[in-house]
């Protein structure tokens, strides 16, 4: 590819931030307060908009229902627009009510299970005021101990669940199926691997895909051909980025493993011309140590650089490559992408877009971020 | 359940052992003389007959082709029957020749491809006259450096390898899909979980079914749970039985964790009679330090003993527990039955069938183990 | 051993309950409320009398600093002495403070170490109180990103800070040191692993010893080993017990796999008479979806059964196949003892003792669980 | 630091290979020819000397005992040094006679543990004919299953028979003792992580050294951080270079996150002048589908360009944010050095030298290659 196509498609790309990732957030053992956090829904979209302006590489920010529920959701669909984004994929909370101790939408007792199928069709209601195209699921149901839930019939009853709030959903809309190796269910979780989401997903119907978190997998799960299955099958819906060593450790972007980061890219963009937003690329972190809005511009710009990276790859040397069974040349030519320096396409992205030549600098040192941390 | 029925029960299980168990085996670094051990097709059929003599647990002897290739299989056939066991799973063996070093149904190159889906009609034509049932496919490939292999394009190839093979199977045949997570691929693997492996048998047809075996899995996996999911499915198809603390270790069955593996009979008596040979139960195990014979008779008294512990649970009384979330309950229904001693009931079913006592012991303290070493 | 002396040695055998593990508590998603659980100290107390009661296991209550924080220690020990059990180890608390986001003994920060060495000065003067003869130290601290913290000025920050605090204790108090794998600190942890804690410990005394907790470890660590080890240098101090199957799960003791805990305890017999109170065994689990009371009787009764298998194992005859590289016979007097019912033993223990033969059905089917959750 | 430091510190920068990364290796299933691998040790070292002359980046080459062997170790010596290279480790093979199915330097039986010993004194007679200074210890010594060895005893003999080894090393040698968390043994392993390599290291004397070897290691493990302790300590000797995914997988080094090997640099440059050779900095990998030969140059030049990178961190603003708690300035610090191109700097140091401007394009597209692989 062509520099000028690199920059080109950089300049077009973007991503989904999650309006939680600006406020207060933590371990089970404690949440810091960090300065400068949000303290509520229009700070959260404000700080949305100060990422997307920095970065040129935000399109939307995902909420979460009921934190940030509001009485006039087209307000917020002003609000958000006002500060240079739409409104992103609307995610239930199924994990927070007493009544789900043993479950949401799988508890073997009916009227939890309406319950939280009628919080999911709230979802949907504020999605059509909002302008949301996708429902995003993350489902905490699973048992802590042997014994506790009979597995399939669990499984079961998630489907049955799931009929009914897919059927409510607008003909545009998507619904996003996220699973989980564990936490908070230590023993077994309902939707446990990208194979039992995509069950539920074929079962449900072609507007259900699989939700990708970085942090989800087993150690040593190649994520990337997760991806390339997924996506082959057209069922990639789309990510939550974060980065882990050890579990759902929920740090930022690229933190751990950016090599990793790019291979998920290179496969990517053999199924979808990402500057063209053809999948949900949300942030979901939990950066409990750093500043808030200056960890969302770390992972944006990281998203950034990495797209750029995975863009130089030669694609048809590499299939040339591979055609032959050439393992060095084809490492090589992925190598040579991603140590190549990106930071001069970035500087022309930023040029061309009058964006700020480094964002996290630009937030830092200006009286932006003094400005934001003195006013809460 | 009363423990006459258990008795009964427990009379009729039987497990399938392999004839690869009873040769030498070993790690990359060096495989170990075993006195004792086979050294050859006809006493690795003699040592299954001597386990199944002895336990009372064993119905066949798994194959492995080339490893047990042979002028006449009719003459296999009988020999096995003589020693009263039949011939069950062919295993053909993809991993071997030099051509695969970059793969074998998935080889980019077609003439390799091609020499490895003939090697499994050969296989198919060995059922045929060994009046085997069971096509047991594990695929080594995969790819050891990000870049090597297209990912998805891998597994297409492999569809279609494998629709040319399931074509030619009989319709009283089943074909067995193992995954494993790694190993001797070290980046990727084509059939890497259940998920892969589901999907292969979907697009084949109703025969094709996934083979677990308990060592390919990353660590934490709820095995039972893939288990219940495939079961539910009617997907499931069969087991390679064995133990691992760490990667495939391949260890002796339930030498690391026998809890878990009465939580998979738990799972598996929901959905079959394991008294009726519904499964392909196939003890696949490669015990580097112990007596070949008196491995495979503590795996087969192994898996008996937790098969009867798992026919004691007391499944209405666990269906109740778990319809009032009782989770304290439901653990000690399972514990009441897996801390049982469940030596009286191996008693009674040996007795009845005038099995030894103690088939390890009779193994060991008898002349037999000493006629079999001093002659090989 | 005779049986009778398993009996003297069970009857003996004592363990710690926590506190906290009476209260609500929970994952980082949410703390559900259980019903009956206690809501401040005394309740607490009372509860851990009520397992002792029950379980005739329990010698004494660990208590956490500032949770079990009160104006009369001395009332304190006497209302442990009223219900049955003392006091036991105290745990400072390192990670609710704001003043700890970047680390507490280790903090670059000089005024927040002296603060948390404070802390810790201050759990030693409520020891001298309430007779408890441990210092708990769990260390939060560590980091969430590479770069973030220099790792080795850390651990020199560690053990000068680790100093003090031990130059204040006792001559006849043990600091027992915790390590962990990960969480909260997702990078990097200060005392990561039992050799970390080896090296603080050898540098402060004779009275430093490891404490090893049961999900701190990564994916296959063979722990009994770690303990074994510990043990031979005179260095175990005392455990944490619960389960994992994943993470820091802190499941119920022996719920996921007892066998290993069976092994724990080979290990420990051949270092430690446990019927003598030679180390701290102390469980520390969050139970999230059962009763308080009844998990922890669930935990303190799965112990002493464990504790009785392990007494069962005849360790000459596992000498004796050990010197002679006799692998089955080996694992097979472990088996033996481990899959003996041992619910005999425990019977006659608790007549014996005029403890109820089931404390767990004792607890919930007498009135004593109603009148509690009635009571809160 | 300067580019023109940077460009002599790369200048002076060494690793070792191993001899035995130039044969044939392989897994448990197979070992693949590859074409130009050699076939005696001539062939090896020769193959050395070719990495040496086209990267400029090794020093010497580790060898195998008994794979090695030859009659005239004065000739050996010779030959490297016509080579351009020294003879480095010398690793004693413990792991592939018979006699040690129960283990080698730890075995039960006192006279396998003697011919073990034997062993390491053979290979400390060929370090003072080869001028060799290090004896890399790797110990397979373990056991496969719960029961077999009692752990503590075999970790008493191992300290024994070490002391005699030690005892005869001269006052210029390391011992360099290899840690390694499973396999070939899958139940435990006597020597399993840095803490018991450090433990038998303090019993010997002070040239006792650990080896970390990448591949070792539980997943998850922040290895840099037991870099840095274990440099703290003065008991850090050396390294086996290679990646891995899964478990000890053998892939040639930083394939799969050099991220990780440039922070385990940075943690080094903390302790050590690495241009200076204080460290063994050995290449371990068995690359079982690349050419032997390019998979050993691209792994030198990998290091090369991570050592380059580690040594642009700006280690003064570095420990100025950590002071400061600034997490976000420290990361970024880092991916500032980290993702600069450091060809240009590798491009310098090249030609200063009259080193081929990218050795592995001159290796493959020279006539070096087919030379090889047509003459074997």
Redesign the interface.
Known sequence: MKLSEVVDKLSKFRVEVPSWGFSRS?????S??IPGEARNLEERIEDAGTVAKLTGGVSSVAIHIPWDKTDDYIALRHLAGRNGVTIGAVNPNL??E?D???GSLTN??ASVREKAVKHCLECIKIMQETDSKALSLWL?DGS?????????QA??RLLKSLEIVYGEMDSDMELLIEYK????A???TVL?????A??VAERLGERAKILVDLGH??????I??VV??A???GRLGGFHFNS????D????VG??????LF?IFV?LN?FFDLSGRQLALVIDQS?????KI??MI?SVVMLQ?IYARSLLVDREA??H???K?D??A?????LEAF?????PIMKEMRENRGLPDNP?NHFFSSSLEKEITDAR
């Open positions: 933590g371990t089970r053992f404690h810091f307060h994990f927070q007493e789900y101790i043993f073997p007792d905490p802590n101990y042997p014994g506790q839930v009979n597995m399939t499984f079961d190796f564990f936490e908070p230590f023993y077994h446990s691997d990208w194979g039992t995509l069950l997998h087993a150690q040593g799960t190649n990337e051909y390339g299955i996506s082959m099958l882990r060593k050890y579990a450790d929920d740090l930022t933190s751990i493993n950016p090599y990793e291979l496969e053999s950066h409990n140590v750093k500043s200056g960890a770390q650089k590499l299939e490559a591979r055609s069974n393992v060095i084809s490492e090589e030519i992925l140590e190549t320096d990106v930071r996290l």
